[in-house]
C-alpha cells in the first residue's frame, strides 16, 4: 500500500507542472494584434501628436475603443541602437478618450530623440497590474526637430534577433525562455563563444558582435584609411582634415579649407587651425600703402601719413625711384660731385632746348638741397607759357660743383672762364645758363641769366632776356631831364610809333598835359619835387617809389617824330594800336626811355593788365605777354624745332640774319659752333 502511494503522489505533483506550463503559455504566449490581450481585456492606444513645450515633449494619446481597466502608459522614448529612456505615466483614460501627456526626458535631449513607443499599463481579470506592448509608434524628423513625419520609416533588423534596430528605432523581436538580448543577439545563459577569427571572418577592422552578443575587435585602419562596413577604405580630403585636427591650408595634397575674414591660419603649408589675424601695418612695420591683411582692407599710410612727393611706396616704406637719392622727405636725381647731370631730360641734346643751373656760391652740404630746389625753378619756368606748350622740347641739367665763381676785392666779379670751361668739359651741348646766387640782384646778358636762388620770379624775368632776348618795359630810373631814344629794334616785345611789330593800324598821335608845354624849364618842374640832393625828382618827398614817375615830363633834344614835341610824358598809359595782336596794344615809353613803345599798357598800380617784363614788382606777375610768348615760339620753331616739316624758313632765314650778337637767334659761343645762328633747317 505504501508503494501504492507514493506513485500516486508523484502521479498528482506531474499533473500540477502540466497544467502550470500550459497556463504559463495562455498567459504569455504574444498576440497577432497590436493591442494587448489578457484573457477579454484589449487595450489600444494611439499617438496623434507630439510636439515641444517649454523644453517638454507633449504627447497626444487616443485610447481606441477596448475593454479593461488603464492604469498607466510606458513611453520608450529612444535614440536608435541600445540608447533609450522610459517614462511611466499612472492614466486611467477612457475609451475613445484623448489627452496630453507632458514627459520631461533627464538622459535623453529632444534633439536625440528619434521614435516614441507607447505602451498601456493595465489591471487583469485577477487584479494584477500588467505591462502590455507597444501598440503605437511616432518617428521624428532626421534633422531632429519635434515634428511628425510619415511613419514610412523602414527598420533595418538584418543580424538582430532581438532589441531596438538603429534605423526607426523599432523592435526587432524579443529572447524567449531564459536568453538574454545582447547586442541584438539572445544568448542564452551558457554559451561557448565562437573564435575571433570566426566572428570577423573577411572582416579588416571595426567591431563585430559574436555568437554570444559578444564585441569582438576586428583590427584597425592605417593612417588616411577609415573603417567602413569593416572594411578598411581611402578617407576623404575632409575626413583627412578633420582626423588630424586641421581646418584650413593644405594638408598632405588636400585642401583643409579658408579662414573667415579677419582670421588667418597658423600654417597654410602644413595645414593649420583659424585664429584672430596677426597680420597689421604695425606688425610689418609699414608705413604707407593699402594692403589687405586676412581679407580686411588697411591704409597703412594713416600710421605716419602717406609718402612725400617723389617718393613711392615700396613693400610699406616709402622710398624714391631708381636713379634718384633720398633728400629727406623728398628725392633727387642722383648726380655725382663735379658732373653734369640730367635733372628732365625730354629728348635729344643736339635738338633740344639745353638749359644749364649752376651756383656760384659754394655751398659745402647745401649743395643737395640746392639741387633739390632747383625742381620748384624749373616748375616756374614749364608753368608760363611759351615754355609750358614747350616743355618736349627742353632739356635741364645741372652743373653739380662746388666751388665760388666769384672775384675780386669784394667778389664783384663772376669768373666766367672757368664756368665756361667746366660747361664745355662737361655738359656738352649748352644753349642757355642761369646762374643763382645767395643774395643780390638779378641781371642778364646773351643766353645767360642772373638771379637769387630765393626769387623765383626774377630768375624768369631775367630768363626772358637771357632766352627771349626781351627787353624791360617797366620805369627803370629816375630821369632829371630828356633823354635821346635808342635803337629799339633790338627787343621784339618794343617798337617804334604804331607798334608795327604787332599793330595792324594805330589811331594817331593825341596831346598829354606834357606834350602841349612849350617851355624848358616848365616841362622840366611839371609834377616833380626839388630834392635834397638839389635834382627835381618824379617822387615824392620821403618816398622810395616810383609810384608817380608816369605823370612827370621829359623834355628832348628835338622833338619827338610821333608828338611833334620837345616835352613829352615820361611814360603814358594811353594805347593807339589798332587790330594789335591778342590782347596786345601800343603804349608810350618803355624802361624810362623816350622814343620807345611797349604792347603792355600797366604803368604802376594803374590796374592794367601787367607781365613780368613790365614791372619791377614781379611778387604776383607770373607771364610774359602775348607779344612776348609769339617771339619766343619764333625762336623755338626756327631754333629748336621737334622736325623740319613745315619749317617756316622764310621768318627764320630773316630773323637769323640780324647780325647782332645780343639777338636770341645768336648761338652761345660754347654750343653748337661759335657765333652760329640758330636757322636750324636751312
Known sequence: M?????IFVVSLIIIISILMIVGAYILFTKPSESSTNIGEIAISLGINNVYEENGNLVVNVTRNAGGGQLTGIKFILSAGGNYIETIIINSSLQESGKENFVLTPTQLSLSEIKNIFIVPIFESSDKKEVVGKITDTHSFSSSGSINPVEKTCTPNCVGLQCGLDSVCGQLCGECSGTDTCTNGVCV???????????????SRCGAKINNCGQQVNCGSCDTNYKCQNNNCIAQTCQEKCRSAGKTCGTYQSCSCGVCNIGQECTDLTNGGTCRTCTDNCISHNYNCGNYNF???NANCGSLNGNCPTGQTCQQGSCNCPTGYTVLGDSCIKSIEINTCGSLIKTGDASKNLDIVFLSLDKL?????????DLNKDIDYILSAEPFKSKKDSINFYFLKVDESFWYGDNNQYVNYTRIFSLLAAKCGNVDEIIQLMNQGGGTAGSHIATAP???LPAMLHEFGHSFGGLGDTYIHAIFYDGNPGINVGYFPNTDTAGCPKWCQSNIGSYQTACTLIT??????????????NGNWSCQKPGSSTNDDISKCCVWLSTPDPFFGTRCVDFRDSKDIGVNCVGNSGCFYGAFGVQGVWRSVGSTYNDGLTDDIMNTRDLTNVHEF???EINSMNDIFDCCYPRT???YPQQKCHQLASIGNSLHPFQRLNLSRGAGSTCDTCI
Open 364 to 372: 659745402g652740404s647745401n649743395l643737395n638741397q640746392f639741387q633739390l
Open 294 to 296: 586676412c581679407g580686411v
Open 625 to 627: 605777354g602775348i607779344v
Open 188 to 202: 542564452p545563459k551558457t554559451c561557448i563563444p565562437n573564435s575571433n577569427i570566426s566572428t570577423c571572418g573577411s
Open 453 to 455: 636762388s630765393y626769387y
Open 644 to 646: 623740319c616739316n613745315n
Open 2 to 6: 505504501k508503494k501504492r502511494g507514493e
Open 519 to 532: 617851355n624848358g624849364q616848365e616841362c622840366r618842374h611839371h609834377e616833380r619835387t626839388l630834392n635834397e
